[in-house]
């Protein structure tokens, strides 16, 4: 896979690009921030961009730099990663993009495994969510805005939670131990709870769900 | 006249002890979060049994956590980055607090919004009951009214407010404290 990358941190910068060297990946262009890497990625596109979030142009120069990249090469793949898991963050990604997008723990990429693994689901169309921040959301909902959650059973709970991190209906079947018709049964009351009607596509009522899931947790943004 | 010098000294020391715990919370991003989080990859390419790098590399993902723990208790990054708003809604939702929050987008320096943040936390974890917090930006004041609360949690308002030559009101209603920007 073809991959650039920008982050401020030399020392994290060296260690992942050696990670993605070890994982047979073709690192194009590494750099130290977002305008750089746009600079260096308009000739030439890539499978998938890893961008800091918290690096220049400041303060979360990832995000500006990804949305600009969005709008001018829509084929790439971006994979944000960071120092911080924060659901806030996640809205504002999901607002860049809702396919082809991920957003990882810096420290939880360290294996050739998980990096790859995580770079190929972004490549192929994904949403990639660290699994801790997907799963802090539905453990501690907060209760004044969990009414729209709190209309879901326990069972669609976990298929919600489990789309959040961008899984497969095969995969949330495979995770839950229920067959793919029961998981599209599931699927189809949580849109039903969440008012989303089948006017929109299939992928788009999923990702308006996690949304729609996301933001009661979070609360409102003016 | 030192009369008129005491609350502005004061003041502008309380300003600096905001900017400088604004400035800590970035070293430790920059300097040791990106060091220790380097290491996490470093360990990745290391030819060595798979689940002896696994363990160290739980060590370095739990010395982050607190790392970042840490980092939250001096100026959590999102204050500085995206303001009260989002800093108060991820606070409530980590620690379930029920709380409606009501927060203007507005932004009015380090001091102010640091102050009026952990004076809220404080606020939050003392809650008892459903609380409503709004905050309005007021000229160069950012205006902070608490419903619900122990009236006795003004203090704790007035405790930040005061150095940075704020005030609290109470009344049957709410606890208002005022923040003075920059």
Redesign the interface.
Request: hydrophobic share 40%; glycine share 8%.
């Given at each position: 896979m073809r991959v650039a990358l920008a982050e401020?941190?030399a020392?994290?910068r060296?260690?992942?690009v050696?990670?993605l060297e070890?994982a047979g990946h073709e690192v194009v262009a590494v750099e130290p921030g977002g305008d750089e890497l746009l600079r260096a990625l308009a000739g030439r596109p890539v499978d998938v961009a890893v961008l800091d979030i918290?690096m220049p142009p400041e303060?979360?120069g990832g995000l500006v730099t990804a949305e600009r990249l969005r709008a001018s090469h829509p084929d790439t793949g971006l994979l944000f990663l960071s120092?911080?898991a924060?659901?806030?963050y996640l809205v504002r990604i999901l607002e860049i993009g809702t396919e082809r997008i991920g957003y990882r723990l810096?420290?939880?990429?360290?294996?050739?495994d998980v990096?790859s693994d995580t770079l190929t689901r972004i490549a192929e169309g994904e949403i990639v969510i660290e699994p801790v921040l997907a799963r802090?959301?539905v453990e501690?909902p907060?209760?004044?805005r969990a009414n729209v959650v709190a209309a879901l059973s326990e069972r669609e709970r976990d298929v919600v939670r489990l789309m959040a991190e961008g899984r497969s209906n095969g995969a949330i079947a495979g995770e839950l131990f229920v067959s793919g018709k029961a998981v599209e049964k599931h699927i189809a009351s949580i849109f039903d709870k969440f008012g989303l009607h089948a006017d929109a596509t299939e992928s788009n009522r999923r990702v308006l769900a996690v949304l729609t899931y996301l933001r009661s947790?979070?609360?409102?943004?003016? | 006249m030192t009369t008129a010098d005491g609350p502005t000294r004061r003041r502008d020391v309380r300003r600096e002890h905001w900017t400088r715990r604004r400035q800590l919370e970035r070293r430790l991003?920059?300097g040791a979060?990106?060091?220790?989080?380097?290491?996490?990859?470093?360990?990745?390419?290391l030819d060595a049994p798979r689940e002896q790098?696994?363990a160290l590399?739980d060590e370095?993902?739990a010395a982050?956590d607190e790392l970042?723990a840490v980092a939250a208790g001096i100026y959590p990054?999102?204050l500085?980055?995206?303001g009260l708003?989002?800093a108060l809604?991820?606070r409530?939702?980590?620690t379930?607090v029920?709380?409606?929050?009501?927060?203007?987008?507005d932004r009015c320096g380090p001091a102010a919004e640091g102050a009026a943040y952990f004076a809220l936390v404080e606020v939050l974890a003392a809650a008892r009951g459903?609380l409503a917090v709004t905050v309005r930006r007021d000229g160069a004041t950012l205006v902070v009214a608490v419903a619900g609360a122990d009236p006795g949690l003004a203090a704790v308002l007035a405790d930040e407010a005061g150095p940075l030559g704020g005030d609290v009101a109470v009344t049957a209603a709410e606890i208002v404290g005022r923040f003075p920007c920059g």
């Open positions: 401020d941190g020392l994290f060296q260690g992942l050696m990670l070890a918290r303060p979360d120092h911080y924060e659901s806030h810096k420290e939880k990429v360290g294996s050739v990096l802090r959301l501690k907060r209760t004044d947790q979070q609360g409102e943004r003016s | 991003h920059d979060a990106v060091r220790i989080s380097s290491l996490a990859l470093r360990l990745g390419v790098i696994e590399q370095v993902a982050l970042r990054p999102l500085h980055e995206a708003g989002p809604a991820e409530a939702r980590a379930g029920d709380v409606a929050l009501d927060v203007a987008d459903p």
